[in-house]
Every structure is written in C-alpha cells, then in structure tokens.
C-alpha cells in the first residue's frame, strides 16, 4: 500500500471509530438534539409577540426567526463531545497506543473532528424536519437547508477542535466539558433571540462585537429571506476561522503532548 492509500485509510478508520463512538454513547448526542429544540418550543412560545414590535425583521413566526439559534445551540452543544472522546482517549490509554503506532499524527485530530462535523450536518437537517412539521418555512429552500447544514459542519468541526484543544490540555474529560458554559455565554451574547437593531446599551455592545452575532444573522437571512452568496460565505467564512484558529491551538498542544511523551 503506498503512503497516500495508507494515510487515507487512517483517516478513514479514526474518522469512522469517532462517528461510530458518538452513536454508541446516546449520552453524546441525544441531548444535542434535544434540548436546542426544547428550548426553541418555549421561546417560540412565549416571545411569539415579539415579531409584531416595530423595527422586529419582516418573520412568519419566532420559530422562523429562532432556528437558526437552535441549530447552531446544537452545533455548540455536540461538539463538545469531540473534545469528551478525546479525553476519555487520553485517560483510558488509547491515545498512548495510538501514538506509539505508525499512524499520521495528523489523522489523531481529523478523525475526531469529522465526526463531529457529521454529527453537526446531520442535526441541521434534523431540526429543519422537526421544525417542518410544526410550520416552519424556509424561503431559501432545499439549497437554503442545505448551505445552512453546510456551515453547522464547518462550525462543529471548528468548535469541536477547540473542544479538543483543552482535552489535549488537560486530559479531563471533566474539564472539558465544564468548558460548555463558556460556548453558550458567547451564543447569549450576541442576536441568537432579538434583533441588534432593537438592542440598546451594553448587551448591543457586546452583541455587535460578538462575530456569532454575525454568523446567525446570514444564516437567518438564508432561512427568513433567500439564499444569497453573501450571506452563507459570510456564515461559513466566520465558521472557517474558529476551525482554523482551535486546529492551531489544538495542532500546537498535540505536538506539546508528543515531545513529553517521547
């Protein structure tokens, strides 16, 4: 076998035993799922009035305005399983045995985070049927779904890296999961449930600064408006450089790992 079939076959190998992983434990992604739409229904519910306020962006209902949040909410929640699995690696002592074999260290992260990204395309699609069933209306269509499940890849494999980063760091998969609660702070702050034109004060300071404010609005455009090239490279650019910059981090902490255990 010459080296580029080979190193694919590593890739492949880690990438299934990390999706597979993920299915074996309902723990991982059941509450993923669950509750982002459990959470959509009650804020549906009772902020509903809140479109008719003057200024609100031109909405069929709040669950039209909200999913993007829950899909994305369940993107934040899921990946953090990537960082868990990795963890539960280094305690058990499969990542020892892993990196004693011939295997491209490289394929050590990448197979985890494709995973995730799986994991993240599919929950898209998942919340969208959901969703269907109760009214929801996408304008931008299949293409629309599509481009939105697209950047929920691309955003699970980015915060799902950053997710592993600290279990690399730590080795915990306690730790890492504490991590959680920073992630969700980042999505309140920002316009995940109101509109940054209707915001005042501190809270629209943050939310302008905050770049998820960002990602939701283009996904938002693409499921309340159309699907245009602007917005979902918007989305997926933003979604790109948290990939980027916690593969740096997570590449970085990897080699760290490597030369003590050398």
């Known amino acids: ?67 993007a949040t829950a899909v994305i909410q369940g993107v934040i929640f899921g990946s953090i399983s990537a960082g868990s699995g990795m963890a539960e690696d280094i305690e058990g002592g499969f990542f020892e045995r892993l990196i004693a074999s011939p295997v491209a260290r490289t394929s050590i992260l990448a197979g985890r985070l494709a995973g995730t990204a799986a994991l993240g395309f599919c929950q898209a699609w998942i919340y969208f049927a959901v969703t269907s069933i109760f009214g929801l209306s996408v304008e931008g269509g299949l293409a629309g779904m599509l481009a939105v499940a697209i950047v929920a890849a691309a955003l699970a494999a980015g915060v799902g890296s950053i997710s592993v980063a600290l279990a690399i760091k730590t080795g915990s998969a306690e730790a890492t999961e504490g991590s959680f609660p920073l992630f969700f702070a980042l999505l309140f702050l920002s316009s995940a449930y109101f509109p940054r034109s209707l915001m005042e004060g501190w809270f629209k300071a943050a939310a302008t600064l905050n770049p998820m404010s960002y990602l939701l609005e283009s996904l938002r455009s693409i499921v309340v408006a159309e699907l245009s090239a602007l917005n979902f490279f918007t989305a997926l650019g933003i979604a790109l450089g948290v990939l980027v910059v916690g593969l740096a981090v997570a590449s970085a902490l990897l080699k760290r790992r490597l030369a003590m255990d050398a």
């Open 1 to 67: 076998m010459n080296t580029a079939a080979a190193a694919a076959a590593q890739y492949l190998a880690l990438s299934r035993r990390a999706m597979f992983g993920t299915l074996r434990k309902p723990t991982s992604f059941v509450p993923s799922l669950l509750f982002p739409l459990m959470f959509l229904a009650l804020t549906s519910s009772s902020l509903e009035r809140s479109i008719s306020i003057e200024g609100f962006p031109e909405v069929d209902s709040f669950l039209q305005f909200a999913v």
